[in-house]
């Protein structure tokens, strides 16, 4: 059975960075997209980017495009999500999810930016 | 970008009633658009694909229609369980997801 686990919460500073990652276990890992949603308290879910590791080119949302990096590891089976410049407003819950049918999320990452 | 507009925001409904929330995208999406449920504390959920495919193990009571820039799901007899936000969400090239509509049992 497909696992996805996220790594644990992090609290950071404005200004700096942060990255999160998103491992998977018990299936393909390089066939499939794993795309990064987040949720701001109160807000909608947001599509940040996405990659199929086998690709290796990460797809951006415009809004994020400037800030994030997102990049594979085949050897481990993690994709990661690195953003820098972080800002109060980035505080929010962020989720990796294996696009297959059926598909396959994470159990989120709680990232708090406060000075 | 592609811009998904739902509707209504918050729909308040009794048990073995028929939901049907709308989505608007701002260009053509043909059948690039996804249905998902968002429950507090819960990752979201895939429930519709393709516009008209359920996702695996989503029971049948939720279906989704349209093409190009008008889609519905609908959620037939309604039960407690259904209340949560559902988000529609395009999947062309950058996805996108609508502002929600939260549906109330």
Not at chain 1, 28 to 57: C, H, K, Y
Not at chain 2, 13 to 20: I, K, M
Request: charge should be neutral; hydrophobic fraction near 35%; aromatic fraction near 10%.
């Amino acid at each position: 059975q497909v696992q996805v686990v996220q790594s644990g919460a992090e609290a950071k500073r404005p200004g700096s960075s942060v990255k999160v990652s998103c491992k998977t276990s018990g299936g393909s890992f390089t066939n499939f997209a794993v795309s990064w949603v987040r949720q701001a308290p109160g807000q909608g879910l947001e599509w940040m980017g996405d990659i199929v590791p086998i690709v290796g080119s990460p797809n951006y949302g415009q809004k994020f495009r400037d800030r994030i990096t997102i990049t594979a590891d085949e050897s481990t089976s993690t994709v990661y999500l690195e953003m820098r410049t972080l800002r109060s407003e980035d505080t929010a819950m962020y989720y990796c999810a294996r696009i297959s049918s059926p598909e396959f999320w994470g159990q989120g990452t709680q990232v708090t930016v406060s000075s | 970008e592609i811009v998904l507009t739902q509707s209504p925001a918050t729909l308040s409904l009794s048990p073995g009633e028929r939901a049907t929330l709308s989505c608007r995208a701002s260009q053509s999406v043909s059948l690039y658009l996804a249905w998902y449920q968002h429950k507090p504390g819960q990752a979201p959920r895939l429930l519709v694909y393709d516009a008209t495919y359920r996702a695996s193990g989503i029971p049948a009571r939720f279906s989704g229609s349209g093409s190009g820039t008008d889609f519905n799901l609908t959620i037939s007899s309604l039960e407690p369980d259904d209340s949560a936000i559902y988000y529609c969400q395009q999947r062309t090239i950058w996805w996108t997801f609508g502002q929600g509509t939260k549906l109330e049992i």
